[in-house]
Structure formats: C-alpha cells, structure tokens
C-alpha cells in the first residue's frame, strides 16, 4: 500500500478510542494493523491466499468491537411488525383514524429505505453507542456516520464471503481510518472546525458537504448557527435541509441563530424562519402545531422582523393559549399603531372569556394597545375589527351583558365582561376618529347594526356633537332610547347636545308623546312603585322638565323616597358589577383590649348587626373570634371574675370562645383554676366541648382542682357515655378516624378522661375504679363502631403506659394484635403516638410488618430505633427486613439521612446512620437493588459529615444506581463546591448522563465551572474527561477552556 498503507490514527483519536472503549480499543487497533499488514502483503502475494478478505475480516471486526457489549437501539424488524400490529388494530376499532395509522407505517418503512445500511443491528448499536456519547441521535442524512458504519461493514461482509479485490481492500481500509478519525478525533476538534466555517463567507455547496462531515450531531449544527457570520448562508442551508424542521421535545438547532445573525441581520434570520414556515406543511397534523410553535418562539425575539411569521401562526394557530401568549407579547412590544397588533388583538379578542386563564391579561393589554395606537389611517380598519366582535356578542341571545350607566369611555374594573370591553375602547376609538375629522356618518357605518343597548349607546356616542348629522335625526334617536329603563351617560351627553341648539318646542313633542300617561299606583302590599314610574323618574335626571310634566307627580313621589334623580351619577366613576365580600368582626382585638373586662364583655354582647357600622359586612363568628384573642391577650385577667363575665356575654357563641381561649391558654390561669371550673360547669349543651377542653388543660397543667375533681369526672363520664351509648360511632368514610374522634363531643370526653385519671395517679397515687371501667367499655364495642374510641387511647398509648400498665397488659392483644380493627388501631399508635422503650420491646414484629405494608410513620419509627441502638433493632435486621419491600426500603434510607441531617458530627446517630448507609452499598446490588438506593441523595443536605466521606459515599452510590440519586442538583452543587478531585470530577461526569433533562443541565453549569476554576496543577485524567464529555454533550464552552499537555 506505500504511503497509503501506513496507519494513519493520529495520538489524539487513539487516545480518544481508548479513553471510549477501554479494553476494546485496543481490539480495534489490533484489527486495524492486522489489516493494514494483510493489504500490505497482498500486493506481492502469488500464492492466491485470500489475503484481501482476510483483511476485510479484521476491518469487520474492528468495526464490531465499537459496539461491543451495547443494546441495539429500536428499530428494525421489530419496530416494523409493531407498528403494523398497532396498524392492524387501528383498523379493526370503530371510528378509528385509518389514514393516520397507516402514515406512521408508511414513514417507517420509508425512514428504514431511506436509512439502508443504517437499518442493522449493528448500525443500530452504534446508535446506542452516539446517543449514549452525545445525549442525542446523530443527524440522520446522505453520509451520516451511522449509515457510513453500516455500509463499512456491509462491504467488509461481502468481501469476507463473496470475495474482494485488493484494491477495493484498500479503498475500504481507506475508508474506514476515515470513519474511525471523523468519529473518534477529540471534540473540541470539531468545534474549532464548525468554528472556522461559521466565520467563512459563503462560497459554494462545497461547504455544506464540509458541514454535513463536521456536524455529526445537533450539538455542532447548533454551535455553527449560532457563529454564522454572513447571510448568504443561510438560503443553501435550507435548501440543503441541513437545519431540517423543528420536532417536538427537542430544541432546533437554527434557534442558535438568536445568538448571532438574528442581532445583526433579523430580516435574513426571519426569511429563513419563513421558508421553514412553509415547509412545515409537508409534515403530518400533529406535529405541524409544535413546529410552528418554535418557529414563533424565534420569530417575537426578531422584532418588527418576525411579524410575518407571528401573523401566519396565530393565524394558524390561534386556538392554541400559548401561541396567543407570544403574540401578545411580540404585538405590545411593536409600535401601537402597526398591523401587528391588530392582527393578535383579531385573534386574541375571539377567543376572551371573562375570568378565564391568561386570557383575561392577554385581552384587556392587547386591546388597551389597539386602542392606543389609532392614527387616521387605521382607524377605520381597527374600528370595524371591534364593531363585529362587538355586534356578534350584542346579538348573543344566550349571553347576559352588565354595561352600566356611566360613560362607555369610563375606566374599566380589573375583569370586564367581553362586550364591555370591546364597546369601552371602540367608544375611546370614535371619539379619536371625531378628533382627527372623521364624519359622523362614517363612524355610523363603522358601528354598523349593532343591535340592544351597545348599538344605541355607541351611536348616542357618535350623534353627540356631530355637525354633520340634522337635529331631528338626534331627536329620533332619543325617542327611541326613552324605551329604556334607565338613561346613561351617552343619552345625557346626546339631551344637552340638543338642547344646546335650541330646538322648537314643538320639536321635542315627539319625547313627551313617548311618554304616554302613568299608570296607576300598585297596591300598597306590594311595597314598591310601577316599573313605568321607576323609568320615568330614572330619566328625569336627563330630560328636561316640560318633557315630563305629565309625570312630574308621579317623580315627585319616587324621589320623596329615593331623593331626587342625580345626573352626576351618570358621569362619575363606574361601578363595578362584582365584589369580594369579606364578613369580619365590628370590633377589633385591639379596639377591645383597650377597655375593662367587663365593659369589653358589654360592648360585645351588646353588638346588633342592624345597628352599628352601616355599609360593613360584620358578623357575631368573626366577632367572637376577636373576643377569643383579647381573652388570650390576659388571661389572667379575663380569668379573675369568671362569674360575671359570663354573665355580661350572655350569648352561648360568645362564652363558648371565652371559655376556649382560656382552655388555650390554661397555664395561665392556674390561680383562678376552681372558680373558673365551676362556671364552667354550668354551661349548657353548645358549651360542652369548651368546657371539657378547659377540665383537660387545667388538668394536664396540675392545677389545684381537688374540691371539684368529683365533677369534672362527672361531666366528662356523662358526655363520654353519651357517646358509647347513641350508637352512632361509626368512622367509616373518613380519613383518619382519630382526626374524626377528637372533633365528636364524645371524643373531647374521652380525651378529658384520660387527662382527668393523669391528673389523680400523679396527685393521688391511684385513680378511681370508674376510669378502667369506661376503658373496658371501650374494648366491648365491635367491628368500626369502637374504632374512634381505640384512635383516642391508640394515641394516649404512652399515656396509658403510665397509668394503667396493668390494664394495657391484660388488654394490649385485643386493643392491637387480634383482628383487622386491631391492626387498623396499630397503625394509629404508630402514626400519632410517640415510641417508649415498651412499644419497641413489644411490639417490633407488629412494627417491622406495619413498615412493608406502609403504614404511616412505621418505617421511620423502625429507623428511629436502629439509630437510637434499640435492643433487637440491628442495622443488619433492618436491612434484612426492609428490602423484602425496596419502597419500604427506599423511605427507610430517606428517613436515616433526614435524621442524620440534624445530627452533630459527634452523635452517635449520625454514626449509625454513616454505617447503614456503608452497610446499603455492602448489600448492592446483590442484596439491595441499586434503584433502590436513589433516596441517599439526600445525604447532601448533612453538613456534619465530612466532605471527603461524602464524595466517597456518593461516588459509590452512583456506581451502584448507574447514576440515579434523589436532590441531583444539591448533589452536584456540593461535588462543586468542594476540593477538586477525581472524586468530584467522577460524580459530575455520572450525573451529565443521568437523571432528568434540566438535572444534566445543572450538572453540566457546575462542571464547567469546576473546569474553569480548577488550576493547572489540578489537570489529570479525570478532569480532561469531564471537559471531552462537556464539549460530546453539546456544552462547547469546555472547549475553550485548556489545559497544559492535554492529551483532547
């Protein structure tokens, strides 16, 4: 072969196949020189020894050993007998979109034509292999290295077993050293190349066949759009396809533009956009709309540029929120008053619904814009745009329109309703039209035939000092609005402007004749006047008086009641026809705390909603809401003269409230304990719960309560009996049935006996006979009828431990062993009671079997007890139990690092947590399944473990689940900050290829900027490789970032 058989691999690529396929590379290699030998001894041989297919053999296999060990992506027969199965079953459902299926068969079978040699199984694993290196597919077209790889390796087959000559052994050795370096030379390589024909001028077609070779994926075709310097480019580029059309879920490539040409050149970037734009129609419906979406999305970053294609895909598109959303955007940060904003507000104003999302906002800004921007020249064209809408809306006899009697031009509330809107700014339009000379007679045909009270209001607007319209046309319209209940702005600007021309009297007999004669008075049961007098005096404050002296009686009696009609109702500010309506207290907690106990009590049992504060939504609930807090404010002196507070508040709501704060706040009102006990008891019925509430507290805080224990026990038996006895305890249907208990006054009884038996065994040694019985009473209740009862005393089962352990004893298997309602009740204890060293001992094989069904709380009690050293709760038991169920398994790990993350750095829990974690990467993934151990990312967050450790932990962690963690982001953030080595560079290089879109991106933002704040002296192997693995996945900043004697 001469000097064309000599091994042409530079060190670089051969550096770079090492560093991609370790072991295989050095079969590659071995393949390789195996060939070139065999070409080389094939040009003298005169024995016939085959020495050529030999040597396509070795280049075969060097081929091969690229892919060695990868899963063929999809593809091939399998997906074509998928989809024709999915083809088939499409045809047989009713209804069913036949053409669509049979367009993805027909695409498939032409993507596997068109991809020919690309269509192997093992072109398909170097697919694999290219997503796995770059996180995207190569570009698929003539050329394409994937294609390249397969018609090599066809050729090397068919030389193998059909024979080849030497020369055509030579030509495909040639062309596989090609493959080799065009696919393994060092990627910052190809981006100074991409670089330096970005900044070429264009010349001619040869230099796109120089980019096809170059931008082997999207990463380096995005690169070159973005550094593209001359527009001449850009029309070959889209002819050639190059930049293709953009696809759903992937960002296109001629976006980059946005960051060069787009700034110098924007009409060059929107003339490309618009050539893609009508390509988009050769692709099917579904994908057209996303397509085109991202075309807009670069098209409103051109400016006046993009108009054309925003106003094509809002056209196209304008049923679609966010392509509305853009469009309204580009169109308010264009002039007012060019087309463009019309065109949005067109589309935008179709489809505005009052109170719906984001077009609310889009339409009343789009408009505000229109209206705005009117000039004389597109007046007309904006006016009628908003006169149809107007008119179809107007003509709706389904929908109901609210439009008030004030100015059409008055200022809008924050949610007009749609025909509100339009008629506001098209009355605003007309009156700019008469302020740059338009006609009346114009704007009359603008408004058209606009039928109900808008047509009439909008041309009152327009006849109303026109000069161009007779009187008796303003007269006749007049006459004909006096048939409306009420008169507006408009009909009281358009009366003076007649009357400020002096008509004849007789000229105005036509709005007296209107008028007819009143109707007779209703009778007086009815409490209200005829709808004709109401009409009459609402007009009066419009017309002048002669015009109504027939009924100047019938206002007179009208306004004796609801005072004289006032026209400056008509031209102040608009009312709005909606409101919040919030109920609060007419007195405030400060307004109260100010006054004596006593008189505070006064003033608010004496308030009436009738009476005070006119005009005020106030209510006796947010009332005694005040009263509570001011109670809460001094309790101590609230709590002094007991009796006579209540007394002064009289109402039930008001002393359950007072009763309440108290109870809240119990500790300090210990001295006045008894005498606020005994009023208490002689609450009634709506008391109850207050009352009970405040035995507990005053209880539970130890305060002297001898002389009346006798009664408290009393009323808290009654009430709890009261409860076993109706029957009506059942829970079902409720989400947590102690929840549902300890808001039943059976439940606050039973609550106050438990507080009542503490009270007696810690100042009397013993507790009365009653308390046990009413607890056996408890357990005799069946099936969910008790269930409430037993969440209570699950709950207080530490309680219980303390003061009646025999009990517990004799009772624990019925209350949480034997049965469904048991085990329900242990799940109870479990999530509401805190862990003794008693619940441990008992109960660890109900514990460990709670936490692998997932009851609550079950499996961080487990936790709680290894970390503690509870006796029989080994960390090896723990993990022996716990991967039977890998999400038990999962929360246990979350839950030991959370606690950790509390920990000091000398607690003997972090330690413990430290060896459950060393014991979860022993197990992996033999014992332990590596997803499983996804949730120690959460180690992140304890700062009380040293740095070293963690990364060592970490980094063994992501070996075991191949790159899945919990809190990526944190996690990369931490490798980041801390001192560079091969550990930090070994996480961030797992983490770039794993986990979700935006958690690689992350990742890849820290470990650039690890590279470049890492120092020279800090250049190994590991950091070289994160740079390399940077600049494959697209982020080519990397490559700018060098360092001394770097092998890439």
């Not at 397969?150 to 040639?174: F, K, M, T």
């Not at 000092?465 to 009909?491: F, M, N, W, Y």
């Not at 609550?751 to 040694?765: D, G, H, K, V, Y």
């Amino acid at each position: 072969m001469g000097q064309e058989s000599e091994l042409s691999l530079s060190a670089a690529v051969t550096d770079r196949l090492e560093a991609e396929l370790g072991t295989d590379a050095a079969k590659v290699l071995g393949c390789l020189r195996t060939a070139q030998l065999l070409l080389t001894l094939a040009e003298t041989d005169t024995n016939n020894l085959r020495l050529a297919e030999s040597a396509a053999y070795n280049l075969r296999e060097a081929l091969d050993h690229v892919v060695e060990g990868r899963d063929a992506a999809e593809g091939g027969l399998k997906s074509v007998i998928d989809t024709w199965r999915r083809y088939k079953l499409q045809a047989e459902l009713p209804g069913a979109d036949i053409e669509a299926a049979r367009r993805d068969l027909d695409e498939l079978l032409q993507r596997i034509q068109d991809d020919g040699a690309a269509a192997s199984h093992y072109a398909r694993r170097l697919l694999t292999y290219f997503r796995d290196r770059a996180g995207i597919d190569p570009l698929r077209r003539p050329g394409d290295p994937v294609k390249q790889y397969g018609e090599l390796r066809n050729a090397a087959s068919a030389g193998l077993h059909d024979g080849i000559s030497v020369v055509a052994a030579q030509d495909l050795y040639r062309r596989t050293i090609t493959w080799f370096i065009r696919v393994f030379t060092p990627p910052d390589a190809f981006v100074a190349a991409v670089r330096a024909l970005a900044a070429q001028p264009w010349i001619g077609q040869h230099q796109i066949a120089e980019l096809e070779q170059l931008a082997t994926d999207d990463h380096y075709l995005r690169r070159f759009f973005g550094e593209v310097a001359d527009p001449a480019w850009l029309d070959p580029l889209h002819a050639s396809g190059v930049a293709g059309i953009p696809a759903a879920g992937a960002q296109w490539p001629a976006s980059a533009l946005l960051d060069g040409l787009a700034k110098t050149d924007p009409e060059s970037v929107a003339h490309f956009l618009e050539r893609t734009l009508e390509k988009t129609k050769e692709v099917g419906v579904h994908e057209r709309s996303g397509a085109r979406f991202e075309l807009l999305r670069i098209a409103v970053q051109l400016g006046p540029a993009g108009h054309r294609i925003v106003t094509e895909v809002i056209r196209a598109h304008g049923d679609w929120l966010p392509v509305r959303s853009l469009a309204v955007d580009t169109a308010l940060a264009a002039d007012a008053a060019d087309p463009i904003v019309l065109t949005v507000a067109d589309v935008v104003l179709n489809h505005y619904q009052r109170f719906a999302d984001g077009d609310d906002y889009h339409a009343t800004e789009i408009i505000e814009h229109l209206q705005r921007g009117v000039t004389a020249a597109n007046a007309a064209a904006r006016a009628t745009a908003l006169a149809g809408k107007a008119r179809r809306l107007a003509a709706d006899n389904i929908a109901r329109h609210s439009l008030g009697i004030e100015a059409l031009t008055a200022e809008l509330d924050e949610h007009p309703e749609p025909l509100l809107l339009l008629i506001h700014h098209l009355a605003r339009i007309l009156g700019k039209a008469r302020e740059r000379g338009v006609a009346a007679t114009v704007q009359l045909k603008w408004i058209g035939s606009m039928p109900g009270a808008a047509g009439e209001r909008l041309r009152a607007a327009v006849l109303a000092g026109a000069e161009d319209v007779p009187l008796a046309e303003k007269i006749d319209h007049v006459t004909r609005r006096l048939q409306s209940r009420t008169a507006t702005a408009e009909d009281l600007a358009l009366v003076n402007d007649v009357l400020a021309r002096s008509p004849a009297d007789a000229d105005l007999d036509a709005w007296a004749d209107a008028w007819g004669t009143p109707s007779p008075a209703l009778d007086p049961t009815e409490h209200r006047f005829p709808d004709d007098w109401a009409r009459a005096w609402r007009w009066a404050a419009v017309l002048p008086s002669n015009v109504l002296t027939r009924w100047s009686d019938v206002i007179d009696r009208v306004s004796s009641q609801y005072n004289h009609p006032d026209p400056a109702q008509l031209t102040g500010t608009r009312s709005r026809d909606w409101e919040v309506s919030v109920v609060s207290s007419p007195y405030s907690t400060d307004e109260l705390s100010t006054q004596p106990v006593l008189e505070a009590a006064a003033v608010v049992a004496s308030w009436e909603p009738s009476t005070e504060r006119e005009g005020w939504n106030f209510g006796r609930e947010e009332l005694a809401r005040a009263l509570s807090e001011t109670v809460k404010a001094d309790p101590a002196e609230w709590s002094a003269k007991p009796a006579e507070v209540v007394a002064v508040l009289g109402q039930p709501l008001y002393i359950e409230s007072y009763l309440q704060a108290l109870a809240d706040r119990a500790a300090d009102l210990l001295t006045h304990a008894e005498p606020v006990l005994t009023v208490a008891l002689a609450q009634p019925a709506p008391c109850h719960n207050a009352v009970l509430d405040l035995i507990r507290a005053l209880a539970t805080k130890d305060a002297a309560v001898g002389s009346v224990i006798d009664a408290l026990w009393d009323r808290a038996l009654e009430i709890t009996r009261q409860g076993l006895e109706s029957g009506d305890l059942s829970v079902a249907g409720s989400d947590d049935p102690f929840i549902y208990a300890v808001d039943q006054p059976w439940g606050h009884g039973c609550q106050t006996i438990l507080a009542l038996a503490a009270w007696e065994f810690r100042n009397c040694s013993a507790v009365r006979p009653e308390f046990e019985h009413i607890l056996d009473t408890i357990m005799k209740l069946e099936n969910l009828a008790g269930l409430g009862f037993r969440a209570i005393l699950a709950a207080r089962r530490p309680l219980l431990e303390a003061i009646a352990s025999r009990w517990l004893d004799r009772n624990q298997d019925a209350l949480f062993r034997e049965g469904l309602v048991a085990r329900e009740t242990f799940d109870l204890t479990v999530r509401w009671a805190e862990p003794t060293s008693r619940f441990y001992r008992e109960y660890r094989s109900e514990l460990i079997t709670a936490a692998l069904r997932g009851a609550d709380r079950a499996v961080r009690l487990v936790v709680v007890a290894a970390l503690n050293g509870e006796e029989s709760y080994g960390l090896d038991w723990v993990l022996d139990e716990l991967r039977k169920k890998p999400a038990a398994l999962g929360t246990a790990i979350r839950d030991s690092a959370l606690i950790a993350q509390h920990a000091p750095a000398d607690s003997p829990r972090l330690a413990a947590a430290l060896r459950f974690w060393h014991l979860l990467l022993d197990a992996a993934p033999r014992q332990v399944p590596g997803t499983a151990l996804a949730g120690l990312g959460r180690w992140v967050f304890v700062e009380s473990i040293d740095d070293d450790e963690w990364l060592r932990l970490t980094a063994q962690t992501l070996e075991m689940t191949g790159g899945g963690i919990e809190h990526a982001n944190a996690v990369a953030d931490r490798a980041a900050r801390t001192t560079q080595n091969a550990l930090t560079q070994g996480i961030l290089l797992t983490l770039l290829d794993a986990g979700k879109r935006w958690e690689r991106h992350h990742a890849a933002r820290r470990a650039l900027d690890v590279l470049r704040t890492a120092p020279a002296s800090a250049a190994d192997e590991s950091l070289r490789r994160l740079r390399v693995r940077l600049i494959d996945l697209g982020y080519h900043e990397a490559a700018e970032i060098r360092f001394p004697d770097s092998k890439f």
